[in-house]
């Protein structure tokens, strides 16, 4: 039986008969993992994860078999203590110095308490099932709002939607790809991760405007309940479903997609073209027509006769190709195809004729297809993405799901692809770090590879909007790396939103140049505004060592590359309302525009001191302000306090030698950490790296010292180091570097400049002599 490749999707039998719940508590007992609580219509599990972070399981009978999750990475927690008070009324599990789990005797009822006693969440029914579907209904506060679900909702705050559970490729659909759903209050922080992959929803306010309903219908209902603040509650979050790589420093370049026809002529002209037109790229992604009549693993003969060559060319100008990835195959072993019930490979009908499906939830299916693809990246091939959507199999179609319910392999199998491609990428390329790019997929696609999200074909000013909160969303999600998926069907944009659009996309973690549907290159979509493009571009690259210092934090903590104002300062009511603007790491705030003709726009600002980045204006933040915003650049804030490293523009990473390092230290009361290593392969991992902290302080008198500490064994390249100082009130006596007098600094209109060839501990910028002060050999204007 043949299939269409993009179906509507099936779906599982529907649900039917009345719902039934768990009804009142008989007994509970305890181990050292947690609790058992046997209700009359079923069991739940309790379990401590940490001290904020339980697991909570529910089954129709008693038993609880070893949980098999594609999504949760971290299981060896270590045990903690906790205790069961039992009452009348109610069970309370206490976990100690953590959070508590209310349990109604009455109805089994969960409501979960803070380490303090104050009301995190609970349900607002209790847990319910009927044959085909099981659901958690949870109280939604009236002022809450809603975050997360993965990339695909229109806007920033979930509330008043229904999110489909599932992949589809129906436009009817909100799927929400990972179900991690974060809801905030004036009086709370609550968080939960839905945990079951089968087809579902999650309904945020539809069916009862006080409440939160998700479903599910195969598998078992598993969700995980956090405690903490928005930052805190991420954090654990991403260590329990892992936390992507460290990438290459290149993959944190521009990528754009390689023009069609695709050739080795016109992937050479494109390059020469594009570094005459100097717009800086680092990722060239090809085409899925790369390949012979459609089948993986090979090149067409006519069009690319010496693969190799091409690929060495394209580096020698500072590209990296990435190779489009796909799980259908002409010819494929049974052993390794999704089959039907009759134990034979399911075939599609693709563009180039019948093509199977290879099955990427079984061990053997990946081990085998990232073979076959780390032989092909061999010739110099640089990574690896997914160009085009997953097929839709019917219900019928048999899954290995390394021992799982099939039913869960829709959800997951995106994640097992980039896991694939992860292992291809380091079996082709055992010194370089993987770049992997793949579309939105939950089941731990995250922990492998960089999110792209598909905008479908319309290149509108809402669409623009959407990406933004689709970013925003994803990062909150666990998704940490993401942006516009390189995408050959986009319209082609107007002009001006075709500068917005490349402005925003320059300050998100992917930077993924738009290409309309005709793939030609940028500057012929919009010749008069190639200079707007190249600026926002060097922009990015200039602003590199910070961008790479961000990422880094989010490998190792979690935390988003970029986030809502509110993430950092949650308790400042004001910052949730904000869906225009965003921060980039904690140092910068950007104010993108998102509507036609805006010039100028207005921003809420968070508490604490800002300066604009191409001005040095300053702004006191609690308040709302007007930023400027020129059609050839966007509003960018930088906090007081804060030190931003900058390089030297460039055209792709390592076109130039790295012989100075610009920091901007911009005048107030904060900390900064600055990380560094070879940006490539892994010897970061085995300690040759460093990490810089910066530590700015204001004196009453005016007085500014710069504490500069250091840890790591790393050895930059930088012969200097220059610093200019923003803020600066007025003209200052002398500026010191440790004990020493600087021998030459600069100063005009509020900045001091100065240059340092070897790192120091104290810089003092001293406003009055002092009796016993050296005095500076040389001072001058500031450079120009």
């Known amino acids: 039986m043949m299939h269409r490749l993009f179906g509507r999707g099936h779906k599982p039998d529907r649900a039917h008969g009345r ?47 070893l949980p098999r999750s594609y999504a949760v990475h971290k299981t060896d927690w270590q045990a903690h203590e906790f205790e069961l008070e039992e009452t009348a009324e109610s069970l309370l599990i206490k976990v100690s110095g953590g959070m508590a789990c209310l349990i109604n005797r009455g109805d089994s009822r969960l409501t979960f308490l803070t380490p303090y006693g104050t009301l995190i ?97 195969a598998g078992e209902l598993r969700y995980y309940q956090f405690c903490g603040t928005p930052m805190s509650i991420l954090q654990r979050y991403t260590e329990l479903i892992g936390r992507p790589p460290l990438p290459p420093l290149w993959a944190l370049g521009a990528h754009m997609l390689a023009p069609r026809p695709i050739s080795a002529e016109s992937l050479r002209a494109f390059a020469t073209e594009c570094r005459a037109q100097q717009i800086p790229c680092d990722a060239l992604a090809l085409a899925p027509d790369y390949m012979e009549n459609g089948q993986p693993f090979t090149w067409d003969n006519a069009r690319f006769p010496k693969p190799s060559a091409l690929i060495g060319d394209l580096s020698r100008r500072g590209f990296k190709p990435l190779l489009p990835v796909t799980p259908l195959l002409k010819a494929i072993s049974p052993e390794f195809a999704v089959k039907s019930p009759d134990d034979k490979p399911v075939r599609l009908r693709t563009a180039h004729g019948e ?69 291809a990428s380091l079996t082709a390329h055992t010194d370089r770090r993987p770049h992997v790019l793949v579309r939105t997929g939950q089941g731990g696609a995250q922990r492998h590879a960089w999110t792209g999200i598909a905008l479908g074909e319309r290149a509108d000013w809402r669409t623009l909007r959407r990406l933004l909160s689709a970013v925003l969303n994803s990062g909150l999600s666990g998704a940490l790396f993401s942006g516009a998926l390189p995408n050959y069907t986009l319209s082609e944009p107007e002009p001006e939103l075709f500068v917005r659009w490349l402005q925003l996309c320059a300050l998100l973690p992917l930077c993924s140049l738009p290409n309309p549907a005709q793939a030609a290159p940028l500057w012929r979509v919009a010749p008069n505004y190639v200079a707007m493009a190249r600026q926002a571009l060097l922009l990015r690259y200039r602003l590199l060592p910070y961008l790479y210092s961000v990422a880094a934090q989010a490998a190792q903590q979690g935390t988003p590359m970029v986030r809502p104002l509110w993430l950092e300062s949650p308790k400042e009511l004001a910052l949730r309302a904000v869906e225009d603007a965003f921060m980039l790491g904690n140092s910068l705030l950007v104010a993108p525009v998102l509507e036609k003709g805006v010039t100028e726009r207005e921003v809420m600002l968070p508490t604490g001191n800002w300066y604009d980045f191409f001005t040095a204006q300053p702004y006191i933040g609690g308040q709302a302000v007007r930023l400027a915003a020129p059609l050839e650049r966007l509003p960018i804030l930088v906090r007081g306090g804060h030190v931003l490293p900058l390089w030297s523009a460039q055209q792709y990473i390592g076109q130039k030698p790295l012989e100075e390092l610009l920091l901007r230290v911009y005048a107030g009361e904060a900390e900064t950490s600055l990380y560094e290593d070879e940006g490539e392969g892994f010897a970061h991992q085995t300690g040759d790296y460093r990490w810089l902290y910066f530590t700015c302080h204001v ?19 930088y012969l200097r180091y220059r610093f200019e100082v923003y803020g600066v009130t007025d003209e200052p006596h002398s500026v010191y570097l440790d004990d020493t007098a600087a021998p030459l600094w600069y100063y005009e209109r509020g900045v001091v400049e100065f240059t340092a060839t070897q790192p120091f501990q104290r810089a003092r910028i001293e406003m009055r002599q002092r009796h016993d002060q050296q005095a500076t050999l040389l001072r001058a204007p500031r450079r120009h």
């Open 19 to 65: 719902f039934q719940s768990l009804g009142a508590v008989r007994e509970a007992e305890t181990d050292w993992q947690g609790a058992l609580i046997k209700a009359e219509r079923g069991s739940l599990r309790v379990d401590i994860i940490a001290p904020d972070c339980l697991c909570i399981r529910f089954s129709p009978e008693s038993s609880f078999p």
């Open 121 to 217: 969440g609970g349900d607002a029914q209790p847990i319910a099932f009927r044959q085909g579907e099981f659901r958690l209904s949870r109280a939604l506060s009236p002022d809450a709002r809603c975050y997360g679900l993965g990339a695909q909702a229109p806007q920033l705050d979930l509330r008043g939607k229904r999110y489909t559970l599932w992949h589809s490729l129906t436009k009817q659909d909100l799927p929400a790809h990972i179900p991690f759903l974060l809801m905030l209050s004036q009086q709370a922080v609550d968080a939960i991760f839905w945990d079951n992959p089968s087809r579902g929803y999650v309904d945020i306010g539809v069916e009862d405007a006080q409440q939160v309903i998700f479903s599910g219908s």
């Open 355 to 423: 093509a199977s499906l290879i099955d990427l939830t079984a061990e053997q299916g990946r081990a085998w297809w990232s073979e076959r693809y780390a032989e092909i990246l061999r010739a110099g091939l640089s990574g690896l993405w997914q160009a085009e959507g997953l097929p839709t199999l019917p219900n019928s179609a048999r899954y290995a799901c390394d021992g799982a319910p099939t039913s869960q392999a829709h959800s997951v199998y995106t994640g097992c692809m980039a896991s694939a491609a992860q292992t």
């Open 699 to 717: 004196a009453p008198s005016g007085d500014l010292t710069l504490s500069w500490r250091r840890a790591g064994n790393f050895r930059a390249p």
